[in-house]
């Protein structure tokens, strides 16, 4: 699971994405396929509603589950690199914790 969250975090530096990143993230990975289609449903109805809000919530939750296809499209759809959860930590930082 480790080189799925590297990957994670490989797509999102590519986007532009700054290394400092605050606080640690204390989030577990899962990144396997279910997990994965699970989050395509949830992107194709993200996608259609055209909720930029809801585009930076699923990208923390792709990041943190290691589904980089999904990271790369959600950042291909204007979700935020900036973006900061509830406790202050960017996509980055969830993808590397």
Known sequence: ?????????????LAGVHPATGPRAA??????????????????????????????????EAARKGCVEIVARLLDRGASIEARNAIGNTPLAVAAA
């Not at 699971?1 to 530096?13: E, F």
């Not at 577990?28 to 930029?52: I, M, Q, W």
């Open 27 to 60: 989030m577990h990975p899962s990144g396997n396929r279910y997990v994965c289609s699970e989050l395509e449903s949830k992107f194709r109805t993200v996608v259609a509603r055209d909720d930029r809000r809801q585009r930076d919530f699923l990208l923390f």
């Open 1 to 13: 699971m480790r080189i799925v969250r590297i990957a994670a975090a490989t797509a999102l530096l």
